[in-house]
């Protein structure tokens, strides 16, 4: 399966196999042993280290479920009429379609997927980069990429990566992808970073956006069983980026207690509204009571 896509999840091993996910994880160890693949967060892809990188297809049907989470949170970040830049990838995909709902939005994207999905979209100006287009993401790199973002001014910078670190921040496997994340970060206020559980720890070739120029991260709730993904967002959070999980349960009735309080954590970041939930840690959003009942912030 991996050598016919590039890369496959264990959930989707587990289901071809009728086994569960703990001895499909066991036998991906072995066959990485053997050098036949690399184990990844959630799945395995063909041998390649840091500098290999899964074309959208391969991409696309891993953690559908997580970034699906990912994108409903992270739409209820944007306000009307506000001026965006969104990334490529398959998550930042997901989130533009989200986006469609929002009146008088104007997004920056350097990607083709991301503007086919706001492409009928009521109210809402999309405003594509130059460049030269890379098949394997539909994305428009290069410098005619990077110079048409120069001058550029926007309130947020709504990023993915292959991978997270909290000592290296996001990263990538291919250079010229990466030259333009960091234009793209270089016209925000604020960044935001949508990545699931499976990139968390996962270190890769070019560093896009170092952590301590993340403002935000918006995650999945990881496993239970996996250590490695809950040490990063720990490493993270201590390093000041303020973390979103879709998904994670919050108290009944809505309501939001302080966060250190609520996941017996440190008092709140500087500048940050003491017990704010879900609104101190990402600004006041209308409908953030909703949004607090699938969704809040954690520090582990």
Same mark, same amino acid.
């Given at each position: 399966?991996?050598?016919?896509?590039?890369?496959?999840?264990?959930?989707?091993?587990?289901?071809?196999?009728?086994?569960?996910?703990?001895?499909?994880?066991?036998?991906?160890?072995a066959?990485?042993?053997?050098?036949?693949?690399?184990?990844r967060?959630g799945?395995?892809?063909? *041998?390649g280290?840091?500098?290999?990188?899964?074309?959208?297809?391969?991409?696309?049907?891993?953690?559908?479920?997580?970034?699906?989470?990912?994108?409903?949170?992270?739409?209820?970040?944007?306000?009307?009429?506000?001026?965006?830049?969104?990334?490529?990838?398959?998550?930042?995909?997901?989130l533009?379609?989200? =986006?469609?709902?929002?009146?008088?939005?104007?997004?920056?994207?350097?990607? =083709?997927?991301?503007?086919?999905?706001?492409?009928?979209?009521?109210?809402?100006?999309?405003?594509?980069?130059?460049?030269t287009?890379?098949?394997?993401?539909?994305?428009?790199?290069?410098?005619?990429?990077?110079?048409?973002?120069?001058?550029?001014?926007?309130?947020?910078?709504?990023?993915?990566g292959s991978?997270?670190?909290?000592?290296?921040?996001?990263?990538?496997?291919?250079?010229?992808?990466?030259?333009?994340?960091?234009?793209? %970060?270089?016209?925000?206020?604020?960044?935001?970073?949508?990545?699931?559980?499976?990139?968390?720890?996962?270190?890769?070739?070019?560093?896009?956006?170092?952590t301590? %120029?993340?403002t935000?991260?918006?995650?999945?709730?990881?496993?239970?069983?996996?250590?490695?993904?809950?040490?990063e967002?720990?490493?993270?959070?201590?390093?000041?980026?303020?973390?979103?999980?879709?998904?994670?349960?919050s *108290?009944?009735?809505?309501?939001?207690?302080?966060?250190?309080?609520?996941?017996? =954590?440190?008092?709140p970041?500087?500048?940050?509204?003491?017990?704010g939930?879900?609104?101190?840690?990402?600004?006041?959003?209308?409908?953030?009571?909703?949004?607090?009942?699938?969704?809040?912030l954690?520090?582990?």
């Amino acid at each position: 399966m991996v050598r016919a896509n590039g890369a496959v999840s264990l959930r989707e091993l587990a289901r071809v196999v009728q086994t569960s996910e703990v001895t499909v994880r066991r036998d991906v160890r072995a066959l990485e042993a053997e050098g036949l693949l690399d184990r990844r967060h959630g799945g395995a892809v063909l *041998p390649g280290g840091f500098t290999r990188e899964s074309g959208f297809p391969q991409k696309s049907h891993l953690a559908t479920a997580e970034k699906t989470a990912i994108a409903d949170l992270a739409a209820g970040l944007v306000e009307e009429g506000e001026a965006i830049v969104v990334g490529a990838g398959t998550t930042t995909q997901e989130l533009a379609r989200r =986006l469609a709902r929002v009146p008088g939005l104007t997004v920056v994207t350097n990607s =083709l997927l991301v503007a086919q999905a706001l492409a009928h979209a009521n109210r809402v100006e999309v405003v594509m980069t130059g460049g030269t287009l890379r098949g394997s993401n539909y994305a428009l790199v290069g410098s005619g990429a990077e110079q048409s973002l120069q001058g550029l001014r926007v309130s947020k910078a709504f990023l993915s990566g292959s991978g997270l670190t909290a000592e290296r921040g996001l990263s990538t496997s291919n250079m010229l992808s990466a030259s333009v994340d960091r234009a793209l %970060v270089q016209a925000a206020a604020e960044v935001v970073v949508l990545a699931d559980h499976t990139k968390l720890g996962t270190d890769t070739m070019f560093q896009t956006v170092p952590t301590d %120029v993340i403002t935000r991260l918006v995650t999945d709730e990881p496993p239970p069983h996996d250590d490695r993904a809950a040490t990063e967002l720990q490493a993270l959070a201590d390093q000041g980026v303020q973390i979103a999980v879709a998904g994670a349960s919050s *108290p009944p009735g809505g309501e939001h207690l302080p966060a250190a309080r609520q996941r017996g =954590l440190p008092g709140p970041r500087r500048g940050q509204v003491p017990g704010g939930g879900l609104r101190g840690m990402l600004g006041d959003q209308s409908g953030g009571t909703e949004r607090g009942r699938v969704a809040d912030l954690r520090r582990r």
